[in-house]
């Protein structure tokens, strides 16, 4: 079974400065998918962004960008220029390439404080 | 697009009743949906997969007889706690997806609240 692992449970950044929240997954799979979710006071499950393994470049989307290392089963997420708004609990999670009834696996998140 | 919501956004009822909370696709067809639960500052757990027509798969330590999941169509999946206790209360968030792309897209609730008094 496919495990993720987010190692900082909390995490705090200051306005405007970049931060980066780890994560690692053990898979026996080649093909799969990786996610990186924001969950807000509001508790919407909200999609920051996604990778594809089979995709060797980083998926970026606007400040936030991925580190993708897919041997060593490594997953960061950076936030770059901070903003309020950005404070929220981040999941990582693993989606298998298999079957589209497969859910997603979700890490234990890291709540990310930013200081203005 | 892909939106989904939850009915009732919180509810609160008394030990021993039964509740039900509805998840519905808005703007596609939801061939797999997904009941996690939540516990304040924890992680999702994965409750069970329901796909359209047929019952729905349960992880395991979920009581099936308990947490009664019905997705009787390909727009609504329905969760009914049976018989609450104060344990069953939590948070509680139905997630759907589509055939229709990849199958890489999750959608997600807002969530329940549930409180068992």
């Known amino acids: 079974a496919q495990t993720v692992t987010q190692s900082q449970p909390e995490m705090s950044v200051q306005e405007a400065e970049t931060v980066t929240l780890s994560c690692t997954y053990d898979?026996?799979?080649?093909?799969?998918?990786l996610f990186w979710y924001k969950q807000p006071p509001s508790r919407q499950m909200i999609l920051v962004i996604r990778?594809?393994?089979?995709?060797?470049q980083n998926a970026t989307e606007n400040r936030f960008s991925v580190n993708f290392q897919k041997a060593a089963k490594s997953f960061s997420l950076k936030i770059s220029d901070s903003q309020l708004g950005d404070a929220a609990m981040y999941f990582c999670a693993y989606r298998s390439f298999r079957s589209g009834n497969t859910p997603l696996v979700f890490g234990k998140g890291t709540r990310l404080s930013v200081i203005a | 697009g892909a939106v989904v919501s939850q009915h009732p956004s919180r509810v609160i009822c008394k030990s021993g009743t039964s509740v039900k909370i509805e998840c519905r696709s808005l703007d596609f067809q939801a061939t797999t949906m997904f009941w996690y639960r939540q516990f304040p500052k924890k992680s999702l757990m994965l409750m069970a997969t329901?796909?359209?027509?047929?019952?729905?798969?349960?992880e395991q330590g979920v009581e099936k007889d308990k947490f009664l999941i019905n997705h009787a169509s390909l727009t609504l999946s329905t969760l009914t706690v049976t018989s609450a206790h104060p344990e069953d209360s939590s948070f509680y968030i139905c997630?759907?997806?589509?055939?229709?792309?990849?199958?890489?897209?999750?959608?997600f609730g807002p969530g329940t609240r549930l409180t068992v008094t």
């Open positions: 990778q594809e393994a089979y995709k060797q």
């Open positions: 898979t026996s799979e080649s093909d799969y998918y």
């Open positions: 997630s759907a997806k589509t055939a229709r792309d990849r199958g890489y897209e999750q959608y």
């Open positions: 329901s796909n359209e027509g047929s019952k729905a798969t349960y």
